[in-house]
Nanobody, 116 residues
Framework: QVQVVESGGGLVQPGGSLRLSCAVS????????MGWYRQAPEKQRELVAS???????NYAEPVKGRFTISRDNAKNTVYLQMNSLKPEDTAVYYC??????????WGKGTLVTVSS
């Protein structure tokens, strides 16, 4: 059974920083892409950033220059460093991973609240 567990969310003031982590365990076989999505209240889930096994990254326009995604393949872990946070970054952040067999897995999410 595959487990995807996010951590690192919380309350932060505008302009502050947070680092999210996502650890993947279990029989996932070979992980290919890892990514972060978010869902704000009454909005659709959207891609924030993704990273391939080789390290190629992709960012949503609203977070470019502020967020950085990275991964540790040996630990099956992906990170999201979030700087210069804005109130509009408030959302539940979800980790998503897929493998070379085309299967994908989601975590349960971690809440990020940006507020003064």
């Amino acid at each position: 059974q595959v487990q995807v567990v996010e951590s690192g969310g919380g309350l932060v003031q505008p302009g502050g920083s947070l680092r999210l982590s996502c650890a993947v365990s279990g029989s996932i076989f070979s992980i290919r892409n890892m990514g972060w999505y978010r869902q704000a209240p009454e909005k659709q889930r959207e891609l924030v950033a993704s990273i391939s096994r080789g390290g190629s990254t992709n960012y949503a326009e609203p977070v470019k220059g502020r967020f950085t995604i990275s991964r540790d393949n040996a630990k099956n872990t992906v990170y999201l460093q979030m700087n210069s946070l804005k109130p509009e970054d408030t959302a539940v952040y979800y980790c998503n991973v897929d493998n070379v067999r085309g299967m994908d897995y989601w975590g349960k999410g971690t809440l990020v609240t940006v507020s003064s």
